[in-house]
């Protein structure tokens, strides 16, 4: 199974919650793959750097992504910003969380790790699950 990873789920791990933990100790030792798109990077350095954590540990939490075949990092294309931009007309959501949302359905994704509530809508009409904790 596939899931996808909103800058919610980046900043979990930097910040070594326990569920987050599991989870990509579950994707790197199962069957599931997690798709990172580019565009969390933005958030996750942002709020890194504005918490004093640095680049190092942004650095840091990037390459132990880039370890495991099974966590890709995607990256925004043509195609994608014309889906993602139709994504947040209909449902008013920001471009980066939109940017998420159609990254998600172009990997066919069944769980988007997330608990920005812009996904709730997206999520209740398409077979993509929000899941938080």
């Known amino acids: 199974m596939n899931l996808?990873?909103?800058?919610w789920f980046l900043i979990k791990l930097s910040e070594n919650d326990t569920?987050?933990?599991?989870?990509i100790k579950q994707v790197t030792q199962g069957k599931d793959r997690l798709i990172v798109p580019s565009v969390t990077l933005v958030e996750l350095t942002r709020k890194m750097i504005r918490d004093g954590s640095g680049l190092e540990n942004v650095d840091k939490l990037l390459g132990s992504l880039r370890t495991s075949s099974k966590i890709t990092v995607t990256s925004l294309d043509e195609e994608l910003a014309v889906s993602s931009g139709k994504i947040s007309a209909e449902y008013s959501m920001p471009s980066i969380d939109s940017i998420v949302a159609a990254t998600a359905l172009r990997t066919e994704c069944r769980v988007l790790l997330s608990k920005d509530t812009h996904f709730d809508r997206f999520s209740k009409s398409t077979e993509i699950k929000k899941q938080c904790w």
């Open 4 to 7: 996808c990873a909103d800058s």
């Open 19 to 23: 569920t987050a933990m599991e989870t």
